[in-house]
């Protein structure tokens, strides 16, 4: 099975080649993966796959509008790259994506 391999300077994202395309298949194809490769970069600054990232957050970060990052979010869901779920432990009903894939980066192994 392929990947597709984005190189920085401090780590490396690696991309299933199934959902690289699956994700270019759609029209707003580099849209998709923009959104899915942020959410890759703030698990590796996290270092979790369970990361804290409001929809405002990435909206000021990839300079869209908040409708925007939760249309792209929501057929991130779809495709089951993503999920999202609320911390009730700490009752302030605080969100958080959960990558469903996080593959190699220099740093952190995870496959989930």
């Known amino acids: 099975?392929?990947?597709?391999?984005?190189?920085?300077?401090?780590?490396?994202?690696?991309?299933?080649?199934?959902?690289?395309?699956?994700?270019?298949?759609?029209?707003?194809?580099?849209?998709?993966?923009?959104?899915?490769?942020?959410?890759?970069?703030?698990?590796?600054?996290?270092q979790s796959p369970k990361i804290r990232a409001t929809i405002g957050y990435c909206a000021t970060a990839l300079d869209w509008d908040v409708d925007k990052v939760r249309w792209i979010k929501n057929i991130l869901v779809k495709e089951k790259l993503i999920h999202e779920v609320t911390s009730k432990k700490s009752g302030d009903g605080h969100s958080y994506i959960v990558l469903n894939k996080m593959v190699d980066s220099d740093e952190k192994k995870w496959v989930i």
């Open 1 to 46: 099975m392929g990947a597709i391999i984005i190189k920085k300077a401090q780590y490396v994202i690696r991309i299933d080649e199934n959902d690289y395309i699956r994700l270019s298949n759609y029209k707003n194809g580099p849209t998709l993966l923009a959104l899915y490769l942020f959410y890759q970069h703030q698990a590796i600054k996290q």
